[in-house]
């Protein structure tokens, strides 16, 4: 079992940046694909961005490529959401995911973390 715990949320102006971390327990870290998800009010989670276990490989929603990147450090057992030009459509609490399967974790997410406000002001 994965546990995950996101920090760097907050307040931000728009056009600002922020780094979301995603710090994982276990000595399995490197086996897991790891994601990022956001539910902003009112409205369904949806998929952010994936990384593979070893970081070779690497997905994004339409709505954020090119301005947000996801990275891992497997020796931090931990995971990044670097954030760029943020926009006030991108408030939302965005959660951290794991799952053994790289190819269908934006749809199948295994573990869970307890999400990161984001507010991204206008």
């Known amino acids: 079992q994965v546990q995950l715990v996101e920090s760097g949320g907050g307040l931000v102006q728009a056009g600002g940046s922020l780094t979301l971390s995603c710090a994982a327990s276990?000595?399995?870290?490197?086996?897991?694909?790891m994601a990022w998800f956001r539910q902003a009010p009112g409205k369904e989670r949806e998929f952010v961005a994936a990384?593979?276990?070893?970081?070779?490989?690497?997905n994004y929603a339409d709505s954020v490529k090119g301005r947000f990147t996801i990275s891992r450090d497997n020796a931090k057992n931990t995971v990044y959401l670097q954030m760029n030009s943020l926009k006030p459509e991108d408030t939302a609490v965005f959660y951290c995911?794991?799952?053994?399967?790289?190819?269908?974790?934006?749809?199948?997410?295994?573990?869970w973390g307890q999400g990161t406000q984001v507010t991204v002001s206008s």
């Open positions: 990384i593979n276990w070893s970081g070779s490989s690497t």
């Open positions: 995911a794991a799952s053994r399967i790289y190819t269908s974790i934006s749809t199948n997410a295994a573990y």
């Open positions: 276990g000595r399995t870290f490197n086996t897991y694909a």
